[in-house]
């Protein structure tokens, strides 16, 4: 069975840090560009960040460049995404996808989501 | 970025009703478009991807079209397991943005 396994949510300080993990199983997790998506409470979904195969390349929403850095070790199929200097607006749950490019970017296998609290 | 919006937000039906949901892009996309379904709790789910290209899995009540700016996701016949929420996304353009979301609930 394909799977992702988000990890490692909690609540958190303002400007404190936290690390995602998502654990793959059931396809060749090195084979696929992976993605992290959030959805904040009563509002919708935003992309965040996703890496290539390889890890060579790496994008992020602008809101969070410079303060989250997504990773990936396909020796342990596993997807990271570290987030430092959190803020209250990052409050979400996380969810780890994996890419289908066909023709555009789209997510076709999702975790069931981390959840994420940043508050004092 | 590409801004998306849906419309109705909320859409009241019954079992067996035709439902249409519109998804609009603030530019031309092509046919880069995805609709998702979320049910409360859940992730979501890939219905629809190349604005028309049915996911493996998803039954042929569910269907899209559309092209540049205006999509459509049409269901059929709505089933008791279709009461969800349904969002768009462009997928041509990074950030990779969504619709707000249309919820269709039981009337």
């Known amino acids: 069975e394909v799977q992702l396994v988000e990890s490692g949510g909690g609540l958190v300080q303002p400007g404190g840090s936290l690390r995602l993990s998502c654990a793959a199983s059931g396809f060749t997790f090195s084979n696929y560009w992976m993605t992290w998506v959030r959805q904040t409470p009563g509002q919708g979904l935003e992309w965040v960040a996703n890496i290539k195969q390889d890890g060579s390349e790496q994008d992020y929403v602008e809101s969070v460049k410079g303060r989250f850095t997504i990773s990936r070790d396909n020796a342990k199929n596993s997807l990271y995404l570290q987030m430092n200097s959190l803020r209250a607006d990052d409050t979400a749950v996380y969810y780890c996808?994996?890419?289908?490019?066909?023709?555009?970017?789209?997510?076709?296998?999702w975790g069931k989501g981390s959840t994420v609290t940043v508050s004092s | 970025d590409i801004q998306m919006t849906q419309s109705p937000s909320s859409v009241s039906a019954s079992v067996g009703d035709r439902v249409t949901i519109t998804c609009r892009a603030s530019q031309d996309i092509s046919n880069w478009l995805a609709w998702y379904q979320q049910k409360p709790g859940k992730a979501p789910k890939l219905l629809i991807y190349?604005?028309?290209s049915l996911q493996s899995g998803v039954p042929s009540r569910f269907s899209g079209s559309g092209s540049g700016t205006d999509f459509t996701l049409t269901i059929s016949s709505l089933q008791p397991e279709d009461f969800a929420t349904y969002f768009c996304?462009?997928?041509?353009?990074?950030?990779?943005?969504f619709g707000p979301g249309t919820k269709v609930d039981i009337k």
């Open positions: 190349v604005a028309s």
């Open positions: 996304q462009q997928a041509n353009t990074f950030p990779l943005t």
């Open positions: 996808a994996r890419a289908l490019l066909i023709r555009g970017y789209y997510m076709d296998v």
